[in-house]
């Protein structure tokens, strides 16, 4: 019986440099581009200086690009919402930076405070809003790029949040 190990068949693979797999330049899997949103959330001199807020509208910012892959910055002010959509072909990782988001979609709402991350696949409709009473901030990476976000109406009644109770007879409700 052969009693060779692997290592004396092929050697020390930390001598032999070309079997190593090469570093990548760029994100290709999904865990590497929530690395790459991971890091890009733990600098905040990447994204801090950019931010800025618009009362009337969403406010957004591509920070950078590579092969295959767009990194946006966005910001929301209380109230402000993104409408039921989906990115189209385009899968991403949802990163909230600072303040509190509640993601909407068919299943429920999900509340995402600050370091929360979402991964989504094409096709996949929700809906952004900033329920709370200060301003928040997010990051989104979209591989491949993101080249379009059709918007669902339709299905706003599946990713609005259920309706109150009706009051008690009697109660008056501000």
């Known amino acids: 019986m052969n009693m060779d190990s692997d290592l004396q068949i ?3 693979i930390m001598e032999v440099p070309h079997l190593l797999q090469p570093e990548r330049a760029h994100p290709v899997t999904v865990a590497d581009f929530v690395g790459l949103a991971r890091s890009v959330a733990e600098d905040r001199s ?9 009362a009337t ?5 591509r920070l950078r690009t590579g092969p295959g892959y767009e990194v946006w910055l ?34 429920g709402v999900r509340r995402l ?4 991350q979402r991964v989504f696949a094409p096709g996949y409709v929700h809906e952004v ?6 301003p928040a901030v997010s990051l989104h990476v979209y591989f491949p790029g993101l080249t379009e976000m059709p918007m669902h109406e339709s299905l706003r009644a599946q990713c609005a949040p ?3 109770a009706p009051a008690a007879p009697g109660v008056i409700v501000a």
């Open 10 to 12: 092929a050697g020390d």
């Open 46 to 54: 990447q994204w801090a200086p950019h931010v800025e807020y618009d």
């Open 57 to 61: 509208t969403r406010w957004y910012h």
């Open 74 to 107: 966005l910001s929301w002010v209380p109230g402000q919402g993104s409408g039921p959509h989906d990115h189209g072909v385009s899968s991403g990782v949802l990163t909230v930076l600072e303040g509190e988001l509640t993601e909407r979609t068919d299943r």
């Open 113 to 116: 405070a600050g370091g929360a």
């Open 129 to 134: 809003v900033n329920d709370s009473l200060e």
């Open 162 to 164: 259920a309706a109150p």
